[in-house]
């Protein structure tokens, strides 16, 4: 079974940092491009980031431009997003996410979310 399990989520300050990370289990993670998204109660679930097979090509959401990296390690079947000068606006669950395939149907891959919360 295709699965992820994530960590690195908690409690911190406005201006603090957080690492998250998401480790696959279950199937061959180098050939699937990687996303992190993001889910505040009550609106729409938000892509934050994503990061090709090999890591050479990323892409952000303008909110988290300059302050978020999205990085992979293929040898240890883990995705990681370093948050820094995190915001109270960054508060929600974060969640890493693949596509099985390149077509509309292929299916998808979850984690099960970690929760941030920046709050001073």
């Known amino acids: 079974q295709e699965q992820f399990v994530e960590s690195g989520g908690g409690l911190v300050q406005p201006g603090g940092s957080l690492r998250l990370s998401c480790a696959a289990s279950?199937?061959?993670?180098?050939?699937?491009?990687m996303s992190w998204y993001r889910q505040v109660p009550g609106k729409e679930r938000e892509l934050v980031a994503s990061?090709?097979?090999?890591?050479?090509?990323?892409t952000y959401a303008d909110s988290v431009k300059g302050r978020f990296t999205i990085s992979r390690d293929n040898a240890k079947k883990t995705v990681y997003l370093q948050m820094n000068n995190l915001k109270a606006e960054d508060t929600a669950v974060y969640y890493c996410?693949?596509?099985?395939?390149?077509?509309?149907?292929?299916?998808?891959?979850w984690g099960q979310g970690t929760q941030v919360t920046v709050s001073s």
């Open positions: 279950g199937f061959s993670f180098s050939t699937y491009a």
């Open positions: 996410k693949t596509k099985l395939g390149t077509s509309v149907w292929s299916r998808a891959v």
């Open positions: 990061i090709s097979t090999l890591g050479g090509s990323t």
